[in-house]
């Protein structure tokens, strides 16, 4: 069973997430239920657990506050929040699971089968990290965080040169490597699109800034930056240009 700690200041909100445990009597024994920061730290160090079910606001402090006060995380975390859009956004670059309060059956469901396959891996610190620094806004800082086979690797977005669609998986093509994911490129499109990316074609997301040349023709076609040549569909050519001159 996985030794677990809820962490969140509502006592109302740590009753859902109790209620909807019991249907994986089988799978998690909740040794702690902790409403402030303190308390989080105290339990983490004395029950040492598997795995965190983390609030974003804690009172007046933070989730984060939390996690920067640990020497060392060695548990998996699934992040709870009733907001914000910016927060989730940074989840998702750090490839963190979350749950939007009031926390759905359906949603933790899947939360939870995702967990299990993915329970046993190293590289908690710094996709923790990563987080953090995705949290500060600095888009020249920013990375996103690539599941693997193994565990985790963190890319800088900036390095990203483009994504190509293969059925429901992505190929991420970077100046010195070539990463497959199995997540599909609308993923990548969604969680990109606000950091100089653009899908030129229905299986290509491209970073603006890794183009070298424009080659004209019915839709045309794009140089990037590894001298990869990839066409431009004729229905987004048009806005493709703009940008481009933009």
Do not use: W
Not at 102 to 128: A, V
Not at 208 to 219: A, E, L, P, Q, R
């Amino acid at each position: 069973m996985i030794k677990t700690i809820i962490i969140d200041d509502e006592q109302h909100c740590i009753g859902r997430l109790l209620n909807l445990i019991k249907t994986y009597n089988d799978t998690f024994n909740v040794v702690a239920t902790c409403q402030t920061v303190e308390e989080a730290l105290l339990a983490t160090e004395n029950l040492q657990p598997e795995l965190v079910f983390l609030d974003i606001m804690i009172h007046d402090k933070t989730g984060f506050n939390y996690l920067e006060q640990l020497d060392t995380i060695n548990f998996k975390i699934i992040f709870t929040t009733a907001f914000s859009n910016y927060a989730i956004k940074a989840f998702k670059f750090s490839a963190f699971d979350y749950l939007l309060k009031p926390i759905d059956t359906n949603d933790f469901k899947d939360c939870i089968m995702r967990l299990k396959q993915n329970m046993h891996y190293s590289g908690l610190d710094i996709q923790i990290k990563s987080l953090l620094n995705n949290l500060q806004k600095d888009e020249k800082k920013k990375t996103i965080t690539i599941p693997t086979s193994t565990g985790f690797e963190i890319l800088e977005i900036n390095n990203i040169i483009h994504c190509k669609a293969d059925s429901s998986y992505t190929y991420i093509y970077t100046k010195d490597n070539e990463i497959l994911i199995s997540k599909p490129l609308k993923f990548y499109d969604d969680l990109l699109s606000e950091n100089n990316f653009y899908r030129i074609h229905n299986s290509h997301l491209i970073n603006i800034s890794h183009v070298k040349k424009y080659n004209k023709g019915k839709g045309g076609s794009v140089t990037m930056s590894n001298n990869t040549t990839i066409d431009v569909s004729t229905r987004r050519k048009e806005a493709f240009i703009k940008l481009l001159t933009n």
